[in-house]
């Protein structure tokens, strides 16, 4: 059984989309048509923006999703689909890829998620940091340990970790990790502590706007990041989106998951990043890319 994937914030790059557009036509509406839905020129900070550019949160996450969605929108009728499953951001491009979300309402939602992130990072003083080469129970000790705000966030493969929370508790816990032998403990160049905490504001803002959308019963099960587990209700995958905002991000559970409901082949379009978890987890599984 096959599995589409969609990936998430940190997958961007300067001059995402570009070729798509110019050497696919039928991509353009699609491009164009999000530049209207969000009244601005995303498509031209994607194409000619720098790194600088797509950092920003609030350009990072609807340019990542458009450039995910269009892959998918070109190439789905090359591809089955029994399931499937997004890193953080990228839930909200799955579900418009089983049809639980139209692409006008996913983008907006996106876009209003993004907006609420900036500001939460704007008026907190938090940030993240990759731990590699530790078991999860004891990354999940470390943070308990340090002194502050600093959590487990995303679970992306075993032996790589990413914990969130305030910057002084992060360099504490990047410390108390590399004293116990962490492969690796790096602080990353984000400009916020997504996946915990200090997103509250962002998450109660994001209920609002989820809300008020309307979600259809999906066509495939979507595996979600709060909870590692597919679902299918409507009501549930609302409020598991609004949960992950301030909750880890269960890749490596969904992982688990999907392998254990007997899921072999995996398709990831607008990155590779998500195909490198699943490679690290199981060489063996089928993985692809659009």
């Known amino acids: 059984m096959a599995v589409l994937m969609f990936p998430g914030q940190g997958s961007q790059a ?3 989309g570009k070729d798509t557009y110019e050497s696919n036509p039928a991509s353009r509406e699609w491009f164009d048509s999000a530049n209207e839905i969000l009244g601005f020129d995303l498509t031209h900070i994607m194409f000619n923006g720098t790194d600088e ?3 920003q949160t609030s350009v990072t996450q609807p340019a ?3 450039n995910s969605f269009v892959q998918f929108a070109i190439n789905k009728d090359a591809v089955a689909i029994d399931a499937v499953s997004g890193h953080s951001l990228g839930e909200f491009t799955a579900l418009i890829a089983n049809n639980t979300l139209s692409f006008e309402d996913g983008l907006k939602l996106v876009s209003q998620r993004a907006q609420a992130m900036q500001e939460a990072c704007n008026n907190t003083n938090g940030t993240m940091a990759a731990i590699l080469g530790l ?3 004891v990354v999940e000790s470390i943070c308990a340990e340090a002194n502050g705000t ?3 966030a995303n ?3 075993p032996g790589q970790l990413v914990i969130s929370g305030d910057v002084d508790a992060i360099n504490h816990a990047v410390e108390l990790a590399t004293e116990k032998g962490a492969r690796r403990a790096i602080v990353l160049n984000v400009n916020g502590a997504f996946h915990s905490p200090l997103m509250l504001s962002a998450k109660e803002a994001l209920a609002d706007a989820i809300g008020s959308t309307p979600f ?3 066509s495939a099960p979507i595996y979600q990041n709060y909870t590692g587990v597919a679902e299918d209700d409507p009501e549930k995958i609302k409020q598991n989106l609004i949960e992950q905002l301030t909750g880890s991000v269960k890749w490596t559970q969904s992982m688990q998951k999907m392998v254990a409901d007997g899921h072999t082949q995996f398709t990831e379009f607008g990155a590779k990043v998500l195909s490198g978890f699943i490679r690290r987890f199981d060489r063996a599984l089928e993985v ?3």
Do not use: I, S, T
């Open 14 to 16: 300067p001059g995402m």
């Open 53 to 55: 550019d797509l950092k």
């Open 64 to 66: 990542v999703f458009l």
């Open 135 to 137: 078991d999860d129970d």
């Open 150 to 152: 600093v959590v487990a």
């Open 155 to 157: 679970y992306n493969c």
């Open 216 to 218: 259809n019963a999906p």
């Open 288 to 290: 692809n890319q659009f």
